[in-house]
């Protein structure tokens, strides 16, 4: 009897272990692993992302963990804690360089140099094989290299990965977030299937300008403020937040007025071809040129480059969603939720949708590539992020243009931005042959 319950569980589990094999997204991985060069892409990527998540264990003047005085202390936990606001740096630590401290032990990364730490006697670009000044151990060489000011070029490429790799993902999920959310509203109702009340339609539009004016234009002044001094995040939520406030208000008036017979009759709204129009209004405008407009009135910062990227990326993903949304809304688990008196929210959010985003998983890998030589470009041109806190590849590329012998400076990032881009470009090439229903088996 034992021998029979084991025989059957191990037929149940190879059973549903074939099904699992046989999933759609089982075939995407099988076929995606067919294509040696997207696979090695991604590894390559995760090693970036490595870099870019443990940079401050990597390149840091910072010791890991150290003892000074008989206490144990660990400066890089520290400044995590201090950038958050969570905590604050004593005295000594402020008032002395992290090389002038009497350590009873330290474990230093692996280069003993921030981004923005100079080395005075290692300043006007020194290359890498260059003879380099008081220099007291292996460790503290500069392998890549010095800029003008004497600050180590691994530190910069290291920090640089993570900025680049936050851009990538942080712009592209602003850009998904915006072009799933509109091109799902247009391919799922179309031009002729969203009625709604002549009274919330009316309210609707009217509650729009006043929440724009407002949310944004009465705060003129606060986002100009927050662009020079910082926090342009908090400011920007608040707008938000009193934005949509103010919509829920008209929508509330609304509920209660539709009840009147004339105001409560339904219209039809064209929303495909509104989301359309706009849709070719963006475009037609140049996207560099409306990214460097925007970025050099604000403050350069690595935040204002991934919103002002996010905002101006939406577009292909959007057009990608609608297009499969306007097959999907016609299949039978469509029509039988709809059937089932399912609300439109609850068939769009969680049924049609997490079935269209097949496109929209090769566009935001393409646009990652994209958003990254955006940064690049920006930083390169001096107007992308502030220089004196964030070194990006795009600003070490810049700094070769003061001296051109300096090749280290346009080497190392440059090859860096190349080996990045490609790469992504590389999973997009391999998740569109592994999402291509004609190549299933």
């Known amino acids: ?28 991985k099988r076929q995606y692993r067919k294509n040696r060069l997207a696979v090695w892409s991604l590894r390559v990527f995760f090693v970036i992302l490595f870099v870019a998540l443990f940079a401050d264990f990597l390149a840091n003047e910072k010791p890991i963990v150290c003892k000074i005085d008989n206490q144990t202390h660990f400066p890089v936990f520290k400044e995590q804690a201090v950038r958050l606001g969570l905590s604050s740096w004593e005295s000594k630590f402020v008032t002395k360089r992290w090389d002038e401290h009497d350590y009873q032990f330290a474990i230093f990364p692996l280069i003993p140099y921030s981004p923005t730490t100079m080395d005075k006697y290692n300043r006007q670009f020194v290359g890498p094989f260059d003879k380099q000044r008081n220099i007291e151990s292996w460790r503290r060489w500069h392998w890549m290299g010095t800029d003008n000011l004497g600050r ?13 790799v936050s851009v990538g993902v942080i712009a592209m999920s602003i850009s998904a977030l915006i072009g799933i959310l509109i091109g799902a509203l247009a391919g799922y109702f179309g031009d002729n299937r969203l009625r709604m009340s002549r009274i919330r339609l009316f309210l609707n539009i009217i509650g729009f300008v006043f929440a724009i004016f407002y949310a944004f234009s009465t705060r003129s002044a606060a986002f100009a403020t927050a662009s020079q001094e910082g926090g ?29 017979p004339f105001l409560g009759k339904k219209v039809t709204i064209a929303v495909d071809i509104l989301v359309m129009r706009f849709i070719e209004i963006i475009n037609s405008i140049p996207t560099l040129l409306l990214i460097l407009s925007v970025v050099a009135i604000l403050k350069p910062s690595v935040f204002n480059v991934m919103l002002i990227i996010g905002l101006v990326g939406w577009t292909g993903i959007a057009r990608f969603i609608r297009a499969e949304l306007l097959r999907v809304r016609n299949l039978e688990y469509i029509e039988a939720a709809q059937a089932m008196g399912f609300s439109e929210a609850r068939i769009i959010f969680r049924h049609a949708i997490p079935n269209a985003l097949t496109p929209v998983l090769i566009a935001i890998a393409f646009g990652v590539a994209s958003a990254i030589l955006t940064e690049a470009f920006l930083s390169f041109l001096g107007i992308g992020v ?7 590849w795009g600003s070490l590329l810049n700094l070769a243009r003061i001296k051109f012998t300096a090749w280290w400076l346009a080497i190392f990032p440059g090859f860096a931005i190349f080996i990045t881009v490609t790469i992504f470009n590389l999973i997009g090439e391999g998740l569109t042959d592994a999402l291509d ?3 299933k088996q």
Do not use: C
Not at 6 to 11: D, E, H, Q, R, S
Not at 20 to 27: H, K
Not at 233 to 259: D, P, R
């Open 386 to 392: 502030d220089v004196a806190e964030d070194i990006t």
């Open 232 to 260: 342009l995040f908090g400011t920007l939520f608040t707008s938000l937040l009193i934005f949509l406030v103010i919509m829920l208000l008209f929508n509330l008036v609304a509920s209660l007025l539709k009840k009147i």
């Open 1 to 28: 009897m034992l021998f029979r319950k084991n025989t059957a569980k191990k037929l149940a589990n190879a059973i549903e272990q074939k099904e699992l094999d046989q999933s759609y997204w089982a075939n995407v």
């Open 152 to 164: 180590d070029v691994t530190a910069g490429m290291i920090h640089g990965a993570r900025i680049a």
């Open 437 to 439: 229903p004609k190549l």
